[in-house]
């Protein structure tokens, strides 16, 4: 996990944890992407409804 955390956003667990700022911007982007893959659903469900 710790690997991981560094290579998606550029710190540490420890410090993801530890600091307001980066749960929030760990949270955000994560939203974010949320958000564009349902977005990416609802096209391919308008692209291949009869």
Same mark, same amino acid.
């Given at each position: 996990?710790?690997? @991981?955390?560094?290579? @998606?956003?550029?710190?540490?667990?420890? =410090?993801?944890?530890?600091?307001?700022?980066?749960?929030?911007?760990? =949270?955000?982007? *994560?939203?974010? $992407?949320?958000? *564009?893959?349902?977005?990416?659903?609802? =096209?391919? $469900?308008r692209n291949f409804r009869p």
């Open positions: 996990m710790e690997k @991981a955390m560094y290579q @998606a956003y550029g710190f540490g667990y420890e =410090e993801y944890s530890n600091k307001l700022s980066k749960l929030l911007e760990v =949270e955000q982007k *994560r939203e974010k $992407d949320y958000q *564009r893959s349902l977005e990416i659903v609802e =096209e391919v $469900d």
